[in-house]
């Protein structure tokens, strides 16, 4: 009964796959869900109030208002009851609505004022899936934290073969139950370190070099690995994000003032999870006054900056160092080869060639690749691929 006392809220919207939801309802239900029903006008087509009444054992609620006595549905209670609001199956419609903010539906209206973790399983047609305008709509929705239940390739109703098929409902109240997990404090007593953000490399007191990290990655990991109990001393270059709850945040600029504050927070952490852009090359001798311009081309001397991963690599122990890649070209290569030179239990690659992946996104499509193999993870948020590498790092330190 792993949803005992929880409220769901599902959401049926007008695909043929909607029969499914009768299924998904029984196995909520089955768990010890309580399961209310919002359709959408057009999912009443494809499977009768009187059904879905009858297995969630509530009416279904479709119109703001009872047409017989006026009396309101409040799409503000609903959202406040659920524990999660569940979309399935989600149609391209739907999503495309959610993802502008259209609010002409009860269904709709409800996910706007929802403060409950949101998950949606789409169901379409393969060219409905594929098409850009569906795949952007699932980005935006990723970003701003909905949880993506990915559908299956197969036969799909229109005959054709080919990724849109909703996942089966077993799949989806699986995820359901893993959303709605408490999460404990699995990393209570262990201490981390995460670099995260652009470092700046100063030319004179107006100039300097860097580059386009939002910090947005790695200060998700700060937060997840807080929320799940550890102590994170957060090392942030430059970025216009508020330090997660429960970390501890050192601000710094260059490369070299990262090293000074990584070096020194590992030596009393169980763990480093390196994020941050650092620069590799820095102005050799920045001046001290604003350079002015003159006719012909200016030269700046670059000089190595020291590698923060590899120096805590060299000196790390029996403690977790977590590496991140971004490669252009030979993506797998090359991280492996950073695996061995900077002594990573693990690396993370995003490559910058995965739509949604890399900078400034709230998305990222990325692989986790250590000794012994890789796996690839879909397109989630950052706050997503954040939790799945918080749960490795879990089961990395749980294998010592
Ligand atoms: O060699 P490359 O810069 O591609 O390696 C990326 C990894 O090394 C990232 O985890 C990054 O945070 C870290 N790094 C570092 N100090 C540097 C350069 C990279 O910690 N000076």
Redesign the pocket.
């Known amino acids: 009964m792993e949803l005992e006392g929880r409220r769901i809220l599902l959401g049926i919207t007008g695909s043929i796959a909607a029969y499914k939801a009768a299924p998904l309802c029984r196995l909520l239900k089955t768990a010890g869900a309580d399961v209310r029903v919002v359709m959408t006008p057009l999912a009443k087509q494809f499977i009768t109030p009187l059904t879905m009444a009858t297995l969630s054992k509530h009416p279904i609620l479709v119109e703001f208002f009872d047409p017989e006595n006026g009396a309101w549905n409040s799409h503000i209670s609903l959202g406040e009851w659920a524990d999660c609001l569940l979309i399935a199956p989600a149609t391209a419609n739907t999503l495309a609505k959610m993802a502008a903010g259209i609010a002409d539906n009860l269904l709709l209206t409800t996910y706007l004022s929802a403060r409950c973790p949101v998950a949606i399983a789409p169901a379409m047609d393969l060219d409905m899936y594929a098409h850009p305008a569906t795949q952007q709509n699932l980005r935006t929705l990723a970003g701003r934290g909905v949880h993506l239940i990915d559908p299956e390739e197969g036969e799909l109703a229109s005959g054709l073969t080919g990724k849109g098929r909703m996942a089966d409902p077993e799949r989806i109240a699986a995820f359901v139950e893993e959303l709605l997990r408490e999460k404990k404090k699995t990393l209570s007593g262990k201490r981390f370190v995460v670099?995260a953000g652009a470092t700046i490399e100063p030319i004179d007191p107006v100039r300097f070099i860097s580059n386009h990290s939002s910090g947005k990655m790695g200060y998700a990991i700060a937060g997840e690995l807080a929320r799940r109990g550890a102590e994170v001393t957060l090392v942030s270059g430059r970025t216009a994000l508020p330090a997660p709850l429960d970390v501890r945040r050192v601000d710094v600029l260059s490369?070299a003032e990262?090293y000074d504050a990584?070096t020194a927070a590992f030596d009393r952490a169980d763990g480093a999870v390196?994020?941050?852009?650092?620069?590799?090359y820095t102005p050799a001798e920045p001046a001290d006054r604003k350079l002015k311009k003159g006719d012909s081309d200016l030269r700046i001397v670059l000089r190595r900056?020291?590698?923060?991963?590899?120096a805590?690599g060299a000196r790390k122990g029996d403690r977790l160092l977590v590496?991140?890649?971004?490669e252009t070209d030979h993506e797998a290569d090359n991280a492996r080869a950073?695996l061995e030179k900077?002594n990573f239990d693990f690396?993370v690659l995003n490559s910058l060639r995965d739509a949604g992946a890399g900078f400034r996104g709230d998305t990222n499509k990325v692989s986790l690749i250590d000794r012994a193999g890789r796996t690839d993870l879909p397109l989630m948020s950052k706050t997503e691929v954040a939790a799945r590498i918080a749960d490795r790092i879990e089961e990395e330190l749980a294998a010592r």
């Open positions: 670099t490369a990262m990584a390196m994020c941050a852009a650092v620069a590799d900056t020291r590698d923060i991963a590899a805590l590496g991140f890649a971004l950073k900077k690396i």
